[in-house]
Every structure is written in C-alpha cells, then in structure tokens.
C-alpha cells in the first residue's frame, strides 16, 4: 500500500531554519531512502551537494498516512505538509515549508502535535551494543544494584539508550540532570520522536510552572522526564529538593557525568538528595572513573567504540571463529 | 530481554569506520637537527618531544615546517610520512578537512602566544590550506562548532584544504562532519582526552566515509595512544561473549579495528603478535591494569593502607569494612565546609601507582615458580624470608601486599595473564 510520509532537514550550516515537506511513497519502497531521494532532489542542479549539505542521519521522517486519511488528504500531493504547519507556525514567509526554528524545536513541535493527534510515531529500534547495555542495566537494577556507570563511546546513541531505560524500567519520574545544557535538546528531540516515548511528559525545570508539569503527570500515571541543570545557583536546591520529595521511584541520570557533575560541590546535592531505592545511573562517554569517583558505585558498564565497529564487522569475525 | 525494543541491524551501518595510524617523525627531527644540532637538546641531551615543540615553536620552526608539508603535501621525499599514500586517498576525495590537536602546555605561554607561532607557522608551510585555529578571545567552547563550520564553508568556496589546529578547545561537543584526518600531535596525555578527540573525526558524513587517527611520534614504540582503547575493549569483548582468552579477545579486536604503522611503501596493518609485543614493551598492559583497579571500592583506610604499601592495615581495614558493610569511599563534609572525599586524591594516585608497580614487576613472582602465579606463591611461601625479602626489595612493595592484590584478584588476572600470553 502506498503510504504518506513528512520529512524533516536542515543544511548543516544553518542550524536556525529547517524544512519540513511531504512526500508520497510508494508501496515497496523504503520510505527513509525515497524521502532522502526526494530531499537530494530538491537540490536540483547541485545534487553533488547533498553530502556537504545534509546530514541522513539527521533527517527525520514520519508516516502520516493514517492522519492524511482523516483529513481528507491521502492522495499524491496532498499537502499534509501544510495543515500540520499551520499547528507548528514559525513558517517562514506565507507559502514556503522552511520554518524560522531549529530543527530540533521543529520535530518536537511535529511529535508532539501528531502525538495530540493519536497518530502513530516512529518505532525506535536499538543497535545490538544499545541492546545488550540496556540488558545489563535492567539486570544490575534487578539485582539490586543502584549506583550505575554507563562509560558509553562518542555514536553510542547514549539518548535513545537512556529513554529505553525509562520506558523498561516504567519509573514515574525520571531526573536527567547535566552540567552541560546543550545535551538536554538531544534529549527533548530523541525523547519525544518515538512512539516507545509517547507517554513521556518531558519537563524543562528552568520552565515556568514545571512543578505543576511534573504532578500533573505523575497524578496521571504518566512517566515524567525532568531535565535538571546542575549550573549552581538558579534555585538549584528547591529544585532537588522539590523532585526527590516526590513520593515515587526515580531514576536519575546524570548526563555528561564526567564534566563539572563530577566535581564533589556539583554532585552532592544529589548525593544527599537520592533516596535509598533510587536509580542513578552517571552516563559519560570517557573517563568513567573520574565521572564515579565521589559516588557509591555498585555496577560499572563501558562501550568502547572499536565496540560499534565490531557489531558493523561482524562479518569479519564469523568466517574465523 | 526487553519488553518494548527490538534490535535494528541498520542501526550498525551508521557508524563511521576508523583506522589508526603511527607515524614516525624521526626523518623530520634528523632534517631539522642537520641543519640546527642542538633542536630538542635540552641540558645536552637529546630527546625530542612535543613539549618541547611547545614551549618554543619558533626555535622548532623547521622541524614544524617540514613535518607539515611532509604529511599534507607529501614533500622532503619521506614517503613514509606522506598521509595521502598511507591512507590511500585519491584526489577525487576532494577537499581535506584534517583537524589537529596540540600539545596542552602551549596554552600556558602568555596570551597563547606559543599557539598564535604555531598558527603562523602552519600558515606559512602549507599555502593549499586554510588554517583555522581553535582559540582566542572571540572562540569558546560554545562557539568553536559554529565558527570553524563557517570557515570551513568559506574554504570550500575557495577550494583550499582545511587545517583545524586546537590546543584542547573543541575536544567535546565539536561536530564538523567534513572531518577525515584527525592528528594527535601530544607526548601523552589523559586516555579519556585523547579518546574525546579521537571522536571528533567520527561524526557521519558522505556514505562510506572512514575517519583516520594519525599519532605524529616520536617514538613509535612508546607510543600508547591507542593501548586503552583497544585493551578495555578486548576485556569488554570477552566478557560479554564468553571468550576464555583475552588475547583470543584482542585478536577478534584487531580483525575489525585497523591500526597502521606507517612505512615508505605504504601502511603495514599491525597483526596481534607484534601489537602484543609492542604493547607489553611500552607498558601499556600495566597502566590499563592500574587504570581498572578497582580502588573506589575501596575505603579510606583501605586506600591509605594501599598506598603506604602497608599490607596489614590494608587487610584489617578490609576486613572492618567488610563487617561494617562499608566497602565504598565516602563523601564527607570538612570542619571548614567544604567537601571532599575521604581520601585524598595523591592517595589514591599512589595507591593506582602501587598496582602498576606490581604489574610491572610481576615476571620476578611468576618465573620464579610453576606455571601459574597461585603456584609461584606457593613456592616462595615455602622458600622463607629471604626469597620474600629479596621480592620486597626489587618491587619496592612489600611481597605479602603483592601477594593480597594478585591472589584476591584486586589486580585483573585477565590483564596479568596476557602479559605472559
């Protein structure tokens, strides 16, 4: 069956503007390539540019089709582009699918309106190294460990990786706490792109009203994600002490844990904060020892990257082994 | 298993492939001393190094010269030192976007201006490139990634290269993707840094792309850049893949991870028996052993016994912590307010130190005795004092402390036995 598919890009030199378009996919394609394919078409005479200019990995894709049917635009050249931007706004100009946001802002806009909408998002698939890691997490929890270092390489996936966590281990309130803010539009972008996400309420705790957020979805049995910066100052305390009163099982994720979080005045708040049955887990890409030196370590998980590069080469070691 | 995930192959397509390279300077360093005998002579003796480089960049002029043309633009008839012949890249590749990281004492001079030498001096050598330094008063961590994108864009329109020179700026939350030829131009440094910039040419570009690590060296052989990597994730590989051998382990690594030595005729890929060797004879296996020591499990008392070399305080703390229940350093609040753990960081240097020591020494203890290290105790156990006295003595760590640590497995066996695989 022939489906109806958005798409989502932005030149990688101008991180402030992006462009969202539709595109009508044929029964038996991949949907990602014929998007990329519609995406390197647009670029007309300047294809060769498409490597320079776009990053695949980065270009996002949803299937619309059962919110095109609803509305009466399933057909080729429908234009569900242009009724999902009139919810999103920031359109540059009347009549272009550029929008004036970053393409981060932009696909949480889309996630969260098609997720008003009932419609289906993207199923996240794990790499195997994600997999097991997360295997191993849950079975450290199980065992009762509470204190975990997850040493996790540069392209490990370490946001999608941290969201399976959430959702497998169903903690109601989930604290992402990092000395470095950028990570947090990583983790709005990843969290909310899912359909393994949809139940996720994400909470800014720099945002006006964020306590009410937070209750909200925990009085409705939802999983809240909290991201917490650890800059000192901005009522950083009330903060901590706001979260850790709740009366629900947490799961904290310190993000970035071998950067400013590792130094003793950054973690203790939380140190002291925690209480006995929550889960920490101290995420870093390298110097997992500095990131767990002033914690209570119980479990320790590294990922190296000659790791990624083994499960892509598996082949390599099959005909020897 | 999990409940709401499943396992996407294509996932492991993202990755962009790695290969290693160790290239030796010795050719430039010899030009250079030709033509100045006293570059890299420090107090009559002669060892070059990166520091040294760094603290005076215009006395090492020549040498920096010629070592960049000789990698970036294949002059001075050392092919050995030509990248574009190591790595077999073609010109149809186009432009080059290398990124290079400079030794961290260079910062150290007044108002960099060691770093603003080096710049000039880049600039000078290579006229195909555009040099963009990652430093200075209007370039900040938050703002490196955005402005050298820019410069890079710019030198595309030009056609020029591009030579991205940093200090240790850009080393985190740096993504330029045109980035093919990452050089680490550094003695030694922290193994997390060193990997932090490794990464900085792994971000997803054009399909197929496949970024280079080129360690410049000076000597090849105490070369350890990429020792840890490539140890912890044989340790890794053959703990969750139930390998018995972790030299097994370290081959399967080095099936699917390219290092290079680099040679006039081309790239050589290290196989596992000379990296082995190549690795036990610049210590390498004996840092990463003290680099895993477990000592954060370890209490205050515990680290402080460890660190003094005091075997029986060591094992009475042990034992109290075990009663306790208390196995984990604590943070503890000071009498000024301030907090810290409860135990010092020089101690726990000396006491990560201690283990090295041990590892290094370890062939005293196990080709004393039998085939095994458990025997080899046994053996000087029965032999008395004097044998004992005699370990003491050459390890500079008392034998029972050795003893405690190899036989509780305090010191990774995994490691110790590949030492002598």
């Known amino acids: 069956m022939d489906k109806m598919y958005c798409y989502l890009w932005h030149e990688k030199t101008d991180v402030n503007e992006c462009k969202f378009g539709e595109r009508w996919v044929k029964s038996g394609l991949d949907p990602r390539k014929d998007c990329l394919k519609r995406i390197r078409d647009s670029m007309a005479v300047r294809k060769d540019k498409f490597g320079d200019t776009v990053d695949p990995a980065e270009v996002v894709i949803w299937d619309v089709t059962e919110l095109a049917q609803e509305v009466g635009r399933f057909k080729m050249h429908g234009r569900i582009d242009d009724y999902i931007r009139e919810f999103v706004g920031f359109r540059k100009g009347t009549t272009g699918e550029v929008h004036s946001l970053s393409a981060v802002d932009m696909a949480f806009k889309v996630n969260e309106f098609l997720k008003k909408q009932n419609q289906p998002l993207v199923e996240a698939g794990l790499s195997q190294n994600q997999y097991s890691a997360a295997e191993n997490v849950l079975a450290a929890i199980a065992e009762g460990k509470r204190t975990i270092v997850a040493e996790l390489c540069a392209r490990f996936g370490k946001t999608i990786w941290s969201g399976a966590l959430v959702k497998e281990t169903n903690a109601q309130l989930t604290i992402v706490a990092s000395y470095v803010l950028t990570s947090f539009a990583s983790f709005k972008k990843d969290l909310s792109t899912f359909e393994q996400f949809r139940d996720f309420v994400l909470v800014d705790a720099g945002d006006e009203d964020w306590e009410d957020h937070v209750q909200n979805a925990i009085e409705g049995g939802l999983q809240a994600v909290v991201f917490l910066s650890m800059c000192a100052g901005g009522r950083r305390q009330d903060k901590i002490d706001f979260l850790f009163g709740q009366p629900v099982t947490k799961l904290v994720i310190v993000d970035e844990a071998d950067f400013g979080v590792h130094q003793v005045k950054q973690s203790q708040p939380l140190i002291e904060a925690r209480g006995e049955n929550d889960v920490v887990v101290l995420m870093t890409g390298t110097n997992g020892d500095k990131a767990a030196s002033i914690w209570p370590v119980d479990h320790y998980l590294s990922v190296t990257y000659p790791e990624l590069l083994m499960e892509k080469h598996a082949d390599r070691l099959v005909d020897q082994n | ?421």
């Open chain 2, 1 to 421: 298993m999990l409940k709401h995930f499943k396992v996407d192959v294509s996932r492991h397509q993202l990755v962009v492939d790695v290969e290693f390279y160790q290239m030796n300077l010795a050719s430039v360093v010899e030009i250079a001393r030709t033509a100045e005998p006293d570059a890299f002579v420090t107090d009559g003796v002669f060892l070059p190094s990166w520091s040294k480089f760094a603290a005076n960049p215009v006395k090492a002029k020549g040498f920096f010269t010629n070592m960049l043309q000789a990698v970036l633009e294949g002059k001075g008839g050392d092919d050995s030192l030509n990248v574009d012949l190591q790595t077999r890249r073609s010109a149809k590749e186009g432009m080059k976007v290398a990124m290079m990281f400079l030794p961290g004492s260079v910062l150290r001079s007044e108002k960099q201006d060691n770093l603003k030498e080096i710049v000039y001096i880049a600039e000078q050598a290579l006229k195909g490139f555009s040099i963009v330094p990652v430093y200075g008063e209007e370039m900040s961590n938050a703002n490196a990634e955005q402005k050298v994108k820019e410069a890079v864009e710019l030198a595309e329109k030009t056609g020029q290269h591009v030579l991205i020179l940093s200090a240790g700026m850009a080393q985190r939350s740096f993504s330029i993707p045109q980035i093919t030829e990452l050089y680490l131009a550094y003695d030694t440094g922290d193994n997390g840094a060193t990997i932090q910039k490794m990464s900085r040419t792994l971000t997803p570009h054009k399909v197929g792309k496949v970024g280079r690590v080129i360690s410049l060296s000076f000597d090849p052989n105490r070369d350890d850049k990429f020792d840890a990597m490539m140890i912890e994730t044989a340790q890794n590989y053959k703990k969750n893949h139930g390998i018995k051998d972790l030299k097994q382990a370290l081959r399967d690594v080095l099936r699917t991870v390219d290092i290079f030595k680099c040679q006039a005729d081309g790239a050589v890929k290290i196989e596992i028996d000379e990296y082995l060797e190549q690795a036990l004879a610049r210590k390498s296996i004996d840092r990463v052993i003290g680099k895993i020591a477990p000592v954060n499990e370890l209490t205050a008392a515990e680290v402080s016994a460890l660190a003094s070399g005091n075997v029986d305080v060591f094992r009475a703390a042990r034992k109290d912590a075990a009663a306790r229940g208390k196995t984990r350093l604590n943070v503890v609040k000071k009498k000024s307010g301030a907090t810290k753990t409860d135990a010092s960081e020089k101690e726990l240097k000396l006491a990560r130190e201690m283990i090295v020591t041990i590892s290094q020494n370890i062939d005293i203890i196990k080709f004393y005795g039998d085939s095994t290290i458990e025997e080899a105790f046994a053996l000087i156990d029965a032999d008395g004092p004097s044998i004992q006295d005699d370990v003491t003595e050459q390890f500079g760590v008392p034998y029972t402390m050795v003893k405690e640590l190899v036989l509780t497995n305090f010191i990774n066996r995994d490691l110790l036995d590949l030492k002598f695989a």
